[in-house]
């Protein structure tokens, strides 16, 4: 890890403290720490238990005694080195310890590199509320290292390439091709298949997908428009994850959710049809399922008018008109939602 030469060339304080879950720091967090040392750096390790329970007031409040107890200043940057819990439950202690102090994102899950990590969204949930209390803080750095990805459950790594896939269809036709392409050799690392070919392939997904993110979030920051197209298929995503009862996983409904949105669009007559199959084909080969499971159509109905993303009571979606182009509408016909709904 060369973590702690970086952070001395771009001056980052002498005191540091890595917040971390404990799986992650099982794995990486004596390394890291190490590299910090190494370079002269004071660093405090905190640890986490895994789970999305931690994204809560009562985990961050133990963070802020332990930033207490480390004589945190306001100079002091939390490194954030785990999934997407970690980055942002770590980056809301960030953004309010001591009115904000520096913030190292270090993603280690795929979902985080290529998503996450990027744009600035900080937050703890709030009882069953997600993410309802939080911040935009823009961290000062971002550093993925993808070898990490190698230890992560296919599963995970799935829920990585959900967003990856999203990312291309949202905004750049080219890099949907590239996943076409090459997305036999991006898997490889689950087959603990490490050389440097696949590692090639699987950085360039890191890389583009978070420059789209970026090139996104810097023309709408606080999300006041552009920005929602990134909730595709998340609308119909979200409410298959509920219904489920959270049995589908985040990465799994997504998918589900985008092929869904693709199929309403194509219903519309906007979207060809030969876009819909390339898309159900990339989304089959990343090892996602891409249709709808038998669930009841009313709670799912329901689940998405009690989305965030519905404006008013009316149902808003965010649908393909080509790969590589969106666009946002609140005029989806009653029958057509439900009717792609059945699956
Ligand atoms: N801020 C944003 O813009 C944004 C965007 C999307 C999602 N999110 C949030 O991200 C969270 C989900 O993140 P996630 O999917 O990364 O889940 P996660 O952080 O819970 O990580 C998933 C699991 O993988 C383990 N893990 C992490 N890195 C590993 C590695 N390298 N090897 C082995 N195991 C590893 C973790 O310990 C955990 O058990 C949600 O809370 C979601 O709301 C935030």
Redesign the pocket.
């Known amino acids: 890890m060369q973590t702690g030469h970086w952070l001395k060339e771009l001056g980052f304080s002498d005191k540091l403290v890595i917040i971390s879950?404990t799986?992650?720091k099982g794995?990486?967090g004596d390394a890291l720490r190490q590299s910090l040392t190494s370079e002269g750096f004071n660093t405090g390790l905190l640890e986490v238990p895994?789970?999305?329970e931690q994204?809560s007031l009562q985990a961050a409040s133990k963070l802020y005694n332990e930033l207490n107890n480390f004589y945190a200043e306001r100079t002091t940057p939390i490194l954030a080195l785990?999934?997407?819990?970690?980055?942002?439950l770590s980056g809301f202690v960030a953004a309010t310890y001591l009115r904000g102090v520096p913030l190292v994102q270090m993603p280690?899950?795929l979902?985080?590199q290529v998503?996450?990590s990027i744009?600035g969204?900080?937050?703890v949930n709030y009882g069953q509320l997600?993410?309802k209390i939080g911040a935009f803080y823009q961290p000062s750095l971002v550093v993925s290292d993808i070898t990490?990805?190698r230890?992560?459950?296919i599963s995970?790594f799935a829920?990585g390439l959900a967003?990856a896939i999203k990312s291309a269809v949202v905004w750049d036709k080219e890099f949907f091709a590239y996943l076409e392409e090459n997305l036999e050799e991006i898997k490889l690392r689950e087959a603990g298949i490490n050389p440097a070919p696949t590692d090639k392939a699987l950085e360039e997904v890191v890389v583009r997908s978070a420059q789209i993110k970026a090139e996104i979030v810097e023309q709408d920051e606080r999300d006041s428009g552009l920005r929602s197209i990134l909730n595709y298929g998340h609308t119909i995503g979200h409410a298959i994850e509920t219904v489920s009862g959270f049995k589908i996983e985040?990465g799994e409904a997504v998918a589900i959710g985008m092929l869904a949105a693709a199929r309403i669009s194509n219903k519309m007559g906007i979207l060809d049809k030969n876009e819909l199959i390339r898309l159900r084909r990339v989304v089959e080969r990343a090892g996602l399922p891409t249709e709808i499971p038998s669930l009841d159509v009313e709670k799912l109905i329901r689940a998405m008018k009690h989305d965030k993303k519905m404006l008013g009571g009316t149902m808003r979606f965010v649908l393909p008109k080509a790969i590589g182009e969106v666009f946002i509408t609140d005029e989806v016909s009653p029958p057509v939602i439900e009717n792609t709904l059945v699956g």
């Open positions: 879950d799986k992650v794995l990486y895994e789970g999305e994204k785990g999934g997407g819990v970690i980055g942002d280690t899950t979902l985080a998503d996450s744009g969204k900080v937050a997600k993410n990490v990805l230890s992560l459950a995970e829920n967003e985040h």
